[in-house]
């Protein structure tokens, strides 16, 4: 952590290209920062093992646990210092994957392929043992910035088509409406995306 003059001085520095690019180790381009990735079954079933307890720790803390895990559940520190201890570990796994501080998870760069790029058919990773890093020149992350959003945006529109349903007495013209509204939101989603 630093104040927020030193932060801008930083800033300063690197606008007038006198700091090193902030690109990962390994890849090509130093100046990107942007990357489709793809990891191996070890890969996730490590971070899920550390992310699976430092989800038990959180429901301990909040008592959210079952008569039977309550039961034998650790006694000593505090959940909360637990919590902690834990998700560092998380964070601690996933800083030395991304700097490839260590080398168990192996990282690759790799072009995207024809059928990848436009058919955004995922690679084979089944006998693969390196996570794949793709480069996201056209950033295509800010595409996916409403998943896990679906039924709150299919509620949302169901919500609309009746309101001005009951409004305008026009089933068509709701669902014009309503489709209009979605358009809207996809379209400001995709502005403030490309500016943020």
């Known amino acids: 952590d630093v104040s927020m003059l030193e932060i801008s001085r930083q800033l300063q520095q690197e606008q007038q290209g006198l700091t090193t690019d902030r690109g ?11 990357f489709e990735i793809y990891v191996t079954g070890e890969w996730k079933r490590q971070y899920n093992h550390i992310f699976r307890s430092m989800m038990t720790e ?7 646990l079952d008569f039977f ?3 034998f559940r650790r006694k000593g520190k505090p959940s ?6 834990a998700s560092r570990k998380l964070n601690a796994f996933l800083r030395g994957f991304v700097d490839q501080d260590t080398s168990n998870f192996p990282v690759s760069h790799r072009e ?3 059928l990848h790029r436009f058919l955004h058919t995922p690679p084979e990773m089944l006998n693969n043992k390196d996570s794949i890093f793709f480069p996201d020149t056209f950033y295509n992350y800010d595409k996916v910035l409403f998943y896990g959003e679906t039924w709150n945006l299919i509620l949302f529109n169901l919500l609309c088509v009746t309101t001005f ?3 305008w007495d026009n ?3 709701a669902i014009f409406a309503t489709f209009l509204f979605d358009k809207f939101f ?11």
């Open 80 to 85: 909360s210092e637990r919590l902690v201890k």
């Open 186 to 196: 996809v379209i400001m989603r995709t502005i403030t995306g490309n500016a943020n």
């Open 24 to 34: 990962l180790p390994g890849c090509p381009s130093k100046s990107l920062q942007t």
């Open 58 to 64: 959180e429901l301990a803390g909040t008592g959210e």
């Open 165 to 167: 349903d009951l409004w």
């Open 171 to 173: 089933t068509m013209l």
């Open 112 to 114: 995207q392929t024809f």
């Open 69 to 71: 895990s309550k039961l």
